[in-house]
């Protein structure tokens, strides 16, 4: 009779230490961005106090609030979980690489042009993508002022009668917002489909010859 036992232990031990470097790496990540967001945060604060007139009538009001709202909840929100899921991602790639080259001696072979692939793939995408997060951040800026200085208006906004201009206003700057954003998304999903179809041939391929 075959004895599962000694499997079933190794198998629980990679399962517990599993468990321990998630929650390790979920800690250590999330304390590290709320510590880089308050360093950010009190430097901007202390920047902007000190700083002297001038520069906020250079500077547009919607910059500033840029600045404070979307870097700060960037790094706060976003980096933290996309480096937690960057370092399982990696784990899982590397176990899996060394499970199937182990299993699949003749992967190893195919390796080395997907790995190839995927090079060509993420250049042709990094400069696009940069690009278009420039543009929904340039889109962005428009917003926030316009929605700022309203605020800050909007008596005189009601005494002229002007609500439905700037309220038009706000939804052309919304709509352009909403646009290059989408354009971002739809960017990042061009990534995930190549990256899987790169995967699924190269994975076929492998199963086929053998």
Not at 14 to 26: Q, R, W
Not at 191 to 202: D, G, H, K, P, W
Request: net charge positive.
């Amino acid at each position: 009779v075959f004895d599962h036992s000694q499997y079933s232990k190794v198998f629980s031990i990679l399962c517990c230490l599993g468990i321990v470097l998630c929650l390790v790496t979920s800690i250590a990540v999330e304390w590290t961005g709320l510590k880089v967001t308050k360093k950010l945060h009190a430097s901007l604060l202390n920047k902007i106090i000190l700083a002297p007139m001038r520069f906020f009538e250079t500077t547009p009001l919607g910059s500033i609030l840029n600045r404070f709202s979307a870097d700060c909840n960037t790094i706060d929100q976003h980096i933290p979980a996309t480096l937690e899921c960057l370092s399982r991602s990696t784990l899982l790639c590397v176990s899996a690489l060394a499970v199937i080259s182990y299993v699949t001696p003749m992967f190893l072979i195919a390796l080395v042009p997907l790995a190839v692939m995927c090079y060509f793939i993420q250049k042709y995408f990094r400069v696009a993508s940069r690009d278009l997060q420039q543009l929904d951040d340039s889109t962005q800026l428009p917003l926030l002022s316009h929605f700022s200085e309203t605020v800050e208006g909007l008596t005189t906004i009601r005494a002229f009668r002007y609500e439905a201009k700037f309220r038009q206003k706000l939804l052309e700057y919304t709509d352009s917002n909403n646009i290059a954003s989408l354009f971002l998304t739809a960017a990042n999903r061009w990534l995930e489909v190549r990256m899987a179809s790169t995967l699924i041939f190269t994975f076929s391929l492998v199963y086929t010859v053998n």
